[in-house]
């Protein structure tokens, strides 16, 4: 078996509960953990914090499969009552195990991301009898009741997932993932904005550090005129790469979700993306110093996106393949489309539990908001000198992108391949520019 070095989710809740990010990243992996899981028929019935080991570059391991049963032989599990109180859902404590299905499994998550957020289980009491009547015939008290720091909709996921009829519970793990995304996008109080990954939550590991504009972008785009997609190549200025002039590489695609997809135009250069996760796609390697300008166009609905750049390999302790780079996206606020968040990453890219290659783990290093008109086409244009931000412009507005963090080292990024990047949307988003520039010296 794998050696997780790290500890499991229980040991971490015994020193109290956990921020909002890092409650969703660890409650997201291990929903995909589990949608993998019952598309196989397999139902784990044994769901607790001390079967989720937490690795130590913050990645979720669902173990301990003893109890787990196909749904094809539950003939065999008729009456039997099996699991851990405080997280065995209403139809386990009845013993129905013969009727039981990923619902079961999507009750357990609940009660986990129930005691991650209050630091304390949805159903308590001084003996077993006392937790087995709360289980079956009291609701959960509200989230917000123990925290009004904790977003309506969260609360409204965390006790959609504790329904007792089965009926009216969250139906699978991918909706419960679908349904976290949507909370990510919603506007938070400014300590507690966070971006999602695959597990999608961003964690703030890094202290703080200034993001200087420094106007080397000339001003940007004029809010008042649309920006123009790629100019001929003829008018392209001299020591400027198109990066969409080629077909760029798939680094990390979601297309399983119907309302995934992509598509890239030789003929115009652009590239469109829409997608429920994470996308990347690489351009092309970049000089130490050198400067972004990408323009993107939306459909109906703003679309997150962005780019990304010094992508080179990352040590792994557990020998699977990582890369790892920097990342700029502006992501609009669901609530109120004219606001929204220009956020610096630094992203994992590697192969998930399915085996394919997705952004595995986010670590979000500064935040600060804006206002888009997203009526129009959006341009942003990035700074980099030896693999450090300096500078992000959006629709000709120079960010102050403040750190919350020690800087990571940033001679680590000043070489390696870039490219561009739409996180978790469903809206399409067009990017009809891309182009890389060596700063004159």
């Not at 519970?169 to 909370?183: E, I, K, S, Y």
């Amino acid at each position: 078996m794998e050696y997780v070095e790290g500890e499991p989710l229980a040991q971490r809740l015994k020193r109290g509960k956990l921020s909002i990010a890092d409650a969703l990243r660890i409650c997201n992996q291990i929903a995909e953990a589990m949608h993998v899981g019952h598309k196989l028929g397999l139902i784990h019935r044994d769901l607790k914090p001390g079967n989720i080991l937490l690795d130590r570059q913050g990645e979720v391991k669902v173990c301990d499969f003893g109890l787990a049963m196909y749904e094809d032989a539950q003939h065999s599990h008729r009456g039997e009552v099996s699991g851990t109180l405080p997280y065995m859902s209403p139809e386990q404590l009845a013993g129905k195990s013969h009727l039981l299905d990923g619902r079961s499994d999507i009750w357990s998550l609940g009660v986990i991301l129930y005691e991650c957020l209050t630091g304390r289980r949805p159903f308590r009491g001084d003996s077993k009898e006392e937790i087995r009547e709360q289980i079956l015939t009291r609701d959960p008290k509200p989230l917000r009741q123990l925290d009004d720091t904790i977003p309506p909709a969260l609360d409204e996921l965390c006790l959609h997932c504790l329904r007792r009829d089965l009926s009216e519970r969250l139906p699978t793990a991918l909706d419960f993932q679908r349904q976290l995304a949507q909370v990510t996008t919603q506007k938070q109080k400014p300590a507690l904005r966070w971006g999602l990954a695959i597990g999608g939550a961003a964690v703030v590991l890094f202290g703080v550090i200034a993001l200087a504009s420094s106007g080397w972008f000339g001003g940007g785009a004029s809010q008042d005129k649309p920006v123009s997609t790629v100019p001929n190549p003829d008018e392209v200025v001299p020591g400027t790469t198109d990066l969409l002039r080629q077909k760029p590489r798939e680094l990390v695609v979601e297309t399983v979700d119907t309302q995934s997809s992509y598509s890239y135009s030789e003929n115009s250069r652009t590239l469109a993306i829409q997608s429920t996760y994470w996308s990347a796609f690489a351009c092309g390697k970049h000089p130490a110093d050198f400067r972004l300008d990408v323009a993107t166009q939306h459909g109906e609905k703003p679309a997150q996106f962005g780019a990304f750049w010094g992508l080179h390999p990352e040590s792994s302790v557990d020998g699977l393949a990582r890369e790892t780079c920097l990342a700029a996206i502006v992501q609009p606020d669901a609530a109120a489309p004219g606001n929204a968040t220009a956020r610096l990453y630094r992203l994992i890219v590697g192969d998930d539990i399915r085996g394919r290659r997705a952004v595995v783990y986010t670590v979000e290093l500064a935040a600060i908001s804006l206002t888009v008109d997203w009526r129009k086409p959006v341009d942003m244009q990035l700074q980099v000198q030896n693999g450090k931000c300096t500078g992000v412009t959006v629709q000709g507005k120079s960010l102050d992108l403040t750190l919350k963090a020690p800087a990571v080292e940033w001679k680590d990024f000043s070489t390696g391949q870039c490219g561009l990047i739409s996180p978790e949307s469903k809206q399409q988003v067009v990017f009809t520019r891309a182009l890389l520039q060596s700063p004159q010296r």
